[in-house]
């Protein structure tokens, strides 16, 4: 089946400026994660939703970071008022529940903040 | 606090030449422990998960290994393709991944 699909693939984006990036998981998948990865890092957990609720947004960076998921499907992350230190790769997995199963990742978004 | 720390941060393989990447880890109430894959511009992609010391699962070329403390990949008479960034996670929700190793497996 298909795998979990992540838009845009490439983001260049302006400082100041806000963005979007959308996932779409596997179908059935009712947990949903975002991570970053920076270069040379591992990856930060941001966020994740079991359904459509985020029990826990402790891993968000900042304020200007939300997200949110509708019909237990597809999940936005909005950046706003981009900064340089934003630009890294933003990865969204799923998994089937959220304990004791297997993360599917998505092939990320790159951003790049100028 | 929860962590993951993987070793060797790179390592560079003959082809034919096996090895062991090691994943220590320290979490508490784990739930699993889990290997990735990752190529360059790719998301990761999952290989294995452990949920017991003791445990060993393997694919192809590729075994892990669980104990109380750390976590194993080992790696038997890699190929090229085999040549990768290697993750492994570990804990409840979230997740923490350790910075990976980079294997290159030369020819």
């Known amino acids: 089946g298909a795998g979990v699909s992540q838009s845009p693939s490439n983001k260049v984006t302006e400082k100041g400026k806000d963005v979007e990036l959308r996932c779409d998981p596997i179908?059935?998948?009712?947990?949903l994660y975002w991570y970053r990865q920076s270069l040379g890092q591992g990856l930060e957990f941001l966020i994740y939703?079991?359904?459509?609720?985020?029990?826990?947004k402790s891993g968000l960076p900042s304020d200007r970071f939300s997200a949110e998921r509708t019909g237990g499907s597809v999940s936005t992350l909005t950046i706003q008022r981009t900064q340089q230190e934003d630009s890294a790769v933003y990865l969204c997995?799923?998994?089937?529940?959220?304990?004791?199963?297997?993360?599917?990742f998505g092939p990320g978004t790159r951003l790049t903040v100028t | 606090e929860d962590q993951v720390t993987q070793s060797p941060e790179a390592l560079r393989l003959q082809e034919g030449e096996s090895s062991s990447l090691n994943c220590s880890y320290t979490?508490?109430?784990?739930?699993?422990l889990f290997w990735y894959r990752q190529d360059p511009g790719k998301g990761p992609e999952f290989l294995f998960t452990?949920?017991?010391a003791g445990e060993e699962k393997e694919k192809e070329r590729l075994k892990a290994t669980l104990t109380k403390k750390e976590s194993f990949l080992h790696i038997t008479a890699p190929k090229p393709e085999d040549s990768a960034t290697y993750l492994c996670?570990?804990?409840?929700?979230?997740?923490?991944f350790g910075k990976g190793t980079r294997l290159s497996v030369i020819a």
């Open positions: 452990l949920y017991s």
């Open positions: 179908s059935g998948h009712t947990a």
């Open positions: 939703f079991q359904g459509n609720s985020a029990p826990d």
């Open positions: 996670a570990a804990g409840n929700t979230p997740l923490v």
């Open positions: 979490v508490s109430g784990l739930r699993g």
């Open positions: 997995a799923s998994s089937q529940l959220l304990l004791r199963y297997e993360q599917y």
